[in-house]
């Protein structure tokens, strides 16, 4: 609803329409919530090597990086998924955006590219967290700067710009 109050109230942001930046703002949205839905267990990770707990993964069959990112899905983001693309799906039947085949491959593509970049960061986070035994305030930041991968990274100015295209891929992620 903010949206398309959004939409009917301005004309544009920057050299992006009001349609393309709902359709920029549904993907950021999407990406969020499923890095959301799956790499959960990073936020109680530095519990368990505070506690030693993580030495019992170690020796187990299931691949304790895997088990760390994955560990404690959010069951409530996968309840809001649902509804979350139901809207979705109805906002973006009332914009006026071209869609074809070959938009769909390439942004099936760039959407495969977004998770990986998402995993790469949550591995960082998790890395962090094996040397320093903390991962709350390294987290929280990537979850600031990730806010900011709700707006296209070209309407910031440099050297915001380049740090969230090539120091954290957070630009290119959402973009």
Avoid: C
């Amino acid at each position: 609803v903010v949206l398309l109050l959004i939409k009917n109230a301005t004309k544009g942001f920057g050299q992006y329409t009001t349609d393309q930046m709902i359709v920029f703002f549904l993907v950021y949205q999407l990406i969020d919530t499923i890095g959301q839905i799956f790499y959960r267990g990073v936020y109680t990770f530095s519990n368990l090597i505070k506690s030693g707990e993580f030495d019992l993964f170690l020796s187990k069959p299931l691949n304790p990086l895997f088990w760390a990112l994955t560990g404690s899905p959010d069951i409530n983001d996968v309840v809001f998924l649902v509804p979350n693309l139901i809207v979705s799906g109805i906002v973006f039947s009332q914009l006026d955006v071209v869609v074809t085949t070959s938009s769909l491959l390439l942004f099936a593509a760039l959407l495969l590219n977004s998770f990986l970049i998402v995993t790469a960061l949550h591995i960082v986070v998790l890395t962090i967290g094996v040397i320093t035994t903390e991962v709350d305030g390294v987290i929280w930041m990537y979850r600031d700067l990730s806010r900011l991968g709700s707006f296209p990274a070209s309407i910031y100015k440099e050297p915001l710009k380049f740090t969230l295209f090539f120091i954290i891929p957070i630009g290119m992620m959402m973009t």
